[in-house]
Structures are given as structure tokens and as C-alpha cells.
T-cell receptor, first 112, second 111 residues
Framework: ETGVTQSPTHLIKTRGQQVTLRCSSQSGHNTVSWYQQALGQGPQFIFQYYREEENGRGNFPPRFSGLQFPNYSSELNVNALELDDSALYLC???????????FGPGTRLTVL | GENVEQHPSTLSVQEGDSAVIKCTYSDSASNYFPWYKQELGKRPQLIIDIRSNVGEKKDQRIAVTLNKTAKHFSLHITETQPEDSAVYFCAATDSNYQLIWGAGTKLIIKP
């Protein structure tokens, strides 16, 4: 197992609500990337954080936002939830400039 | 931007036989190609990776080959076992070290 942790493990929300997901990176890693994995599909890159700033973004609307804290942990915030936001949300940590990413166990979000 | 295609989507092999999964990528600047194994309900786990300065890498029953000219890379699993059953994903990094993933291959090992 990696040293990357995520909370909560499962979450149920209704349309229009807001959600915050959390990720703690592996010791020594300063970069966190977030991915959305819909059922039966590969992960889709949402964004990456390095030194508390967004360092690249995939094709996701602005209602997906994030934060990184001085201890390198990170949050993913999603506003105005839609049914299609139901997915497994994965975070991965790495060292900036290094390519290997290690994944947390994910948060399963269900939007009703 | 980078695009990664993966084939086949489902692969069924007899226990003990070999399995091969293939991926192609579009960005010639990509230089890192990991393979992840994901069991149902679990996180993707890195099983092997290769960098663009290497053509082949092996780790026990698992090997990966890379053809930079053709822009494709493959995962080879020999002597397959029931615990190899899972979904396998290939990926490639773009110039910002962001992973672009294939759609996945469901590997079924028949007893």
C-alpha cells in the first residue's frame, strides 16, 4: 500500500450541493494530482497542485476547484453537484519533476 | 494534447498462458509510460513503468516494451495466474508530468 490517504471513503450528496474531498500525500511528496474515474472508465485528470498553486488542469469546469496546504495535503471542492459527478475520485502524490505517481484509495461520491 | 488508446478492452486467457495488452500514444514528447493494475473497488497500483530512454523492462512475470518510433508500448504477462485478473491501465505523461490514461483492459484468467 502507498502512504497516500483520502477521506471520506464514501459520500452521498444530492444535486446542487457542494462537497469537499481530502487527500494526504505520501511522506516526501510535494505534488498532488486529482483524477475522476467514472464506472468502467479510466481516470480523467482534473488538476494538479504544487507549492499550493494549481499546476495544470484537465477539461473540467470551474466548479471543480482545489487547494493545497503547506504540509502538501490537498482538497478537492465541487460546487453545484450534478448527477454525472458520481464517480471515484482519486488523488495521487509525487515529487515535482518526478513522473511516478502513487494513488490513494479514493473517495466514492454518489450524487442523487 | 496527448491521447492514449488501449486494446483490447477485454482479454480472456487460460491460466498459465501469456497475456499482451497494447497501447498507442500521440505526443512524441511523452517520456514516461506506467502500467497500473486496478482490482474491483480498489486504487490503481503501479505494476511496472518504462521511460523513453529504454526499450524494454522486465520484472519477474511482467514486462513492458516501448517502440518510440511507432509510438506504442505493450504489457506482457507470462504464466498468468488467477490473481492477475483485474483491469489494467496504460498511461503516458504529457509535458507537465500529467498522466493521460488509456480506457483500460479487463483481463480474465480462466481456470
Amino acid at each position: 500500500e502507498t502512504g497516500v490517504t483520502q477521506s471520506p471513503t464514501h459520500l452521498i450528496k444530492t444535486r446542487g450541493q457542494q462537497v469537499t474531498l481530502r487527500c494526504s500525500s505520501q511522506s516526501g511528496h510535494n505534488t498532488v494530482s486529482w483524477y475522476q474515474q467514472a464506472l468502467g472508465q479510466g481516470p480523467q485528470f482534473i488538476f494538479q497542485y504544487y507549492r499550493e498553486e494549481e499546476n495544470g488542469r484537465g477539461n473540467f469546469p470551474p466548479r471543480f476547484s482545489g487547494l493545497q496546504f503547506p504540509n502538501y495535503s490537498s482538497e478537492l471542492n465541487v460546487n453545484a453537484l450534478e448527477l454525472d459527478d458520481s464517480a471515484l475520485y482519486l488523488c495521487a502524490s509525487s515529487q515535482q519533476g518526478a513522473d511516478t505517481q502513487y494513488f490513494g484509495p479514493g473517495t466514492r461520491l454518489t450524487v442523487l | 494534447g496527448e491521447n492514449v488508446e488501449q486494446h483490447p478492452s477485454t482479454l480472456s486467457v487460460q491460466e498459465g498462458d501469456s497475456a499482451v495488452i497494447k497501447c498507442t500514444y500521440s505526443d512524441s514528447a511523452s517520456n514516461y509510460f506506467p502500467w497500473y493494475k486496478q482490482e474491483l473497488g480498489k486504487r490503481p497500483q503501479l505494476i511496472i513503468d518504462i521511460r523513453s530512454n529504454v526499450g524494454e523492462k522486465k520484472d519477474q512475470r511482467i514486462a513492458v516494451t516501448l517502440n518510440k518510433t511507432a509510438k506504442h508500448f505493450s504489457l506482457h504477462i507470462t504464466e498468468t495466474q488467477p490473481e492477475d485478473s483485474a483491469v489494467y491501465f496504460c498511461a503516458a505523461t504529457d509535458s507537465n508530468y500529467q498522466l493521460i490514461w488509456g480506457a483500460g483492459t479487463k483481463l480474465i484468467i480462466k481456470p
